[in-house]
């Protein structure tokens, strides 16, 4: 039971991680530019009518997410495995701190965009 129930909460919580993923990846590959980043990541959730607070604690985490890729991206190259273990990592760490900053109707209205996202994106 406890297997069980670990599973799932670990199946839940990768649901999220597509969006944040698809947006890490164009980062890391260079397509856009930390600033774009950024920018991307805050704007996920402007229909969350995030309080200011929240707001600032989003672009804070995004900042802190562009740092984290830029160190990642070097390991691309060298160790293609670890790449993207840390490349899961942190888009599991970003969904916890998510759940941390958001209210509880705001992360749950998280997760099932990004799970609508990740299920379409599948097809």
């Given at each position: 039971?406890?297997?069980?129930?670990?599973?799932?909460?670990?199946?839940?919580?990768?649901?999220?991680?597509?969006?944040?993923?698809?947006?890490?990846?164009?980062?890391?590959?260079?397509?856009?530019?930390?600033?774009?980043?950024?920018?991307?990541?805050?704007?996920?959730?402007?229909?969350?009518?995030?309080?200011?607070?929240?707001?600032?604690?989003?672009?804070?985490l995004a900042e802190k997410k562009a740092e984290n890729?830029?160190?990642?991206?070097?390991?691309?190259?060298?160790?293609?495995?670890?790449?993207?273990?840390?490349?899961?990592?942190?888009?599991?760490?970003?969904?916890?701190?998510?759940?941390?900053?958001?209210?509880?109707?705001?992360?749950?209205?998280?997760?099932?965009?990004?799970?609508?996202?990740?299920?379409?994106?599948?097809?």
């Open positions: 039971m406890k297997k069980f129930l670990l599973g799932f909460c670990l199946m839940i919580m990768s649901f999220g991680l597509f969006a944040q993923n698809e947006i890490a990846n164009q980062f890391v590959a260079g397509e856009i530019t930390k600033e774009q980043f950024v920018l991307q990541m805050s704007q996920m959730f402007d229909e969350y009518n995030l309080n200011a607070d929240q707001a600032d604690k989003i672009t804070a890729y830029m160190i990642i991206a070097a390991l691309k190259a060298k160790d293609e495995n670890l790449f993207l273990r840390k490349m899961a990592s942190q888009a599991q760490h970003t969904t916890q701190s998510l759940q941390f900053i958001l209210d509880e109707d705001q992360f749950k209205q998280y997760m099932i965009k990004r799970r609508l996202a990740s299920t379409q994106s599948k097809k």
